[in-house]
Nanobody, 123 residues
Framework: EVQLVESGGGLVQPGGSLRLSCAVS????????MSWVRQAPGKGLEWVSAINSGSGVTAYADSVKGRFTISRDNAKNTLYLQMNSLKPEDTAVYYC????????????????WGQGTQVTVSS
């Protein structure tokens, strides 16, 4: 059974930092690209970042570039998202997802998702 379990969300003040984790099981984690996707209240899904299977290639949405860093530890089957300089507009439920195919730059299809972790940026 494939499982993706996010953790690390919470309430943080603007300018603060959080580190999200996604623990993966049920497939060969090291063989697949992974993404973080978020959904703000009342809005659709927004791709945030992606990383290839070997950690050599990463990509970011313009809205988070320079503030967020995606990484992975293939030995621990875990995906991470380090979020710095957080803004109120980063408030969302953050999901990790297993990439099934890449349609275009920043445009991916996914076959498995986690349950999400809430990030709230507010003073």
């Amino acid at each position: 059974e494939v499982q993706l379990v996010e953790s690390g969300g919470g309430l943080v003040q603007p300018g603060g930092s959080l580190r999200l984790s996604c623990a993966v099981s049920g497939f060969t984690f090291s063989s697949y690209a992974m993404s973080w996707v978020r959904q703000a209240p009342g809005k659709g899904l927004e791709w945030v970042s992606a990383i290839n299977s070997g950690s050599g290639v990463t990509a970011y949405a313009d809205s988070v570039k320079g503030r967020f860093t995606i990484s992975r530890d293939n030995a621990k089957n875990t995906l991470y998202l380090q979020m710095n300089s957080l803004k109120p507009e980063d408030t969302a439920v953050y999901y990790c997802a297993k990439v099934s195919s890449e349609v275009g730059p920043g445009d991916f299809e996914y076959d498995y998702w986690g349950q999400g972790t809430q990030v709230t940026v507010s003073s």
